[in-house]
């Protein structure tokens, strides 16, 4: 089992920046790629970024590409999100999530363990 926990969310007004951490315990070892998540009311569950634990690559979706960067620091079984740019459709509950082995890193149902989320809210 892998436990996940995000930090960071909160309130802020649009063009404003936030990072968002998340810890990995438990069978750390066995993650292969870790993925940010958002879910806004009324809306489906959408891809943010993703990362590889070893290569560290990484993949953005369009909406947020050249205003939010996903790292990792392997030593704290941690990977963050800094949003720069905020805009006010980026309010949503954001998740952590974790996978075991290789393939689509963009798909919710790829991944093996999500965290509780943490709450992201731009203001106009």
């Known amino acids: 089992q892998v436990q996940l926990v995000e930090s960071g969310g909160g309130l802020l007004q649009a063009g404003g920046s936030l990072r968002l951490s998340c810890a990995a315990s438990?069978?750390?070892?066995?993650?292969?790629?870790m993925g940010w998540f958002r879910q806004a009311p009324g809306k489906e569950r959408e891809f943010v970024a993703t990362i590889t634990w070893g290569a560290g690559s990484t993949t953005y979706a369009d909406s947020v590409k050249g205003r939010f960067t996903i790292s990792r620091d392997n030593a704290k079984n941690t990977v963050y999100l800094q949003m720069n740019s905020l805009k006010p459709e980026d309010t949503a509950v954001y998740y952590c999530?974790?996978?075991?082995?290789?393939?689509?890193?963009?798909?919710?149902?790829?991944?093996?363990?999500w965290g509780q989320g943490t709450q992201v809210t731009v203001s106009s």
């Open positions: 438990g069978r750390t070892f066995s993650m292969y790629r």
């Open positions: 999530a974790a996978k075991g082995g290789a393939g689509l890193g963009n798909v919710p149902n790829a991944y093996n363990y």
